[in-house]
């Protein structure tokens, strides 16, 4: 489970939203921050308040300054991490790529270009309803749930060339204001905290696969299939192998070869044979431990 003082935090920045925070002065950079790390952190702090909030870009900063300074993490690690939960927790929904399209439109005004070509993503169905508050998305799964439309994949099209268009994505980007009480955000939020617990547990358990646990991050990007896919893949990893290893309930010398091993067997396969029989073959290979 992820710390208690994570999970807290997480909801203190989401209250913070919720009663009206007042306070819209960027956060601090966390004290001993290397030198060399204070413009790409800075950069994912104004990352986060174009994205989401003041509130959310303090939560970032809450959740690096658990590494910063702290024993086994140099200046690379440390970079890793915050580059890494920077980009996950700007993730991508349709809300954000209504964003990125009206920036797009401001920029080609300013410079007096002609506008960008219109953008058409591949959501699954949960993942669009999974972007509204959860008091109404979840009424909503249950019935798609229920007709089995839930994993279907819709097109949506991004378009800022007519009055119309430029409308409907100012409406999509205003459901950011409702965006950390989605069914979306709490699954984010707990997969955040729990990656950032692996990271930790790897840290007083198994430094050497410290490095490995962090960029197992990458594994989940975008949007639609391919994003489930690399949540699914992430999961299946850390419970077989990463955990367990934690736990002491699996005798694993080398959890870093195991996680690059196991990396290379991830297919675009909703099944995950070839990564189950990997796992699988990888735990073979050690004797199970005894505490």
């Given at each position: 489970m992820p710390d208690d003082d994570g999970l807290l935090a997480s909801l203190r920045y989401l209250f913070s939203d919720i009663i009206g925070e007042q306070d819209?002065?960027?956060?601090?950079?966390?004290?001993?921050?290397?030198?060399?790390?204070?413009?790409?952190?800075?950069?994912?702090?104004?990352?986060l308040i174009d994205y989401q909030g003041v509130s959310y870009a303090k939560l970032y900063v809450d959740r690096l300054k658990r590494f910063v300074g702290r024993r086994g993490v140099d200046e690379?690690?440390?970079?890793?991490?915050?580059?890494?939960?920077?980009?996950?927790?700007?993730?991508?929904?349709?809300?954000?790529?209504?964003?990125?399209?009206?920036?797009?439109?401001?920029?080609?005004?300013?410079?007096?270009?002609?506008?960008?070509?219109?953008?058409?993503?591949?959501?699954?169905?949960?993942?669009m309803v999974g972007a509204l508050p959860a008091v109404v998305a979840d009424p909503m799964l249950a019935v798609l749930e229920k007709f089995g439309w839930v994993r279907k994949n819709v097109s949506i099209r991004f378009s800022a060339n007519s009055p119309f268009s430029v409308r409907r994505l100012k409406m999509e980007a205003g459901l950011k204001r409702w965006r950390l009480f989605s069914v979306r955000y709490a699954?984010?939020?707990v997969w955040v905290e729990r990656w950032l617990h692996m990271i930790d547990r790897s840290l007083t358990k198994q430094p050497k696969a410290a490095t490995a646990v962090i960029e197992t991050a990458t594994m989940i990007q975008g949007f639609g299939d391919p994003y489930r896919q690399g949540i699914a893949d992430w999961?299946?990893?850390?419970?077989?192998?990463?955990?367990?290893?934690?736990?002491?309930?699996?005798?694993?010398?080398?959890?870093?070869?195991?996680?690059?091993?196991?990396?290379?067997?991830?297919?675009?396969?909703?099944?995950?044979?070839?990564?189950?029989?990997?796992?699988?073959?990888?735990?073979?290979?050690?004797?199970v431990a005894t505490n």
């Open positions: 819209d002065t960027p956060p601090l950079l966390p004290e001993a921050l290397p030198a060399a790390l204070a413009p790409a952190v800075s950069d994912a702090i104004h990352l690379a690690m440390l970079a890793d991490i915050a580059q890494l939960m920077a980009q996950r927790m700007a993730y991508q929904d349709p809300i954000r790529l209504a964003q990125q399209k009206l920036v797009e439109l401001e920029e080609a005004q300013r410079r007096f270009q002609p506008r960008s070509a219109d953008d058409v993503k591949k959501f699954r169905v949960d993942e699954s984010e939020r999961h299946a990893i850390i419970d077989g192998l990463a955990k367990p290893t934690f736990d002491g309930a699996l005798a694993l010398s080398d959890l870093a070869a195991a996680i690059l091993e196991a990396r290379v067997a991830v297919m675009p396969d909703p099944r995950q044979a070839a990564l189950k029989r990997k796992i699988a073959e990888i735990r073979a290979k050690v004797p």
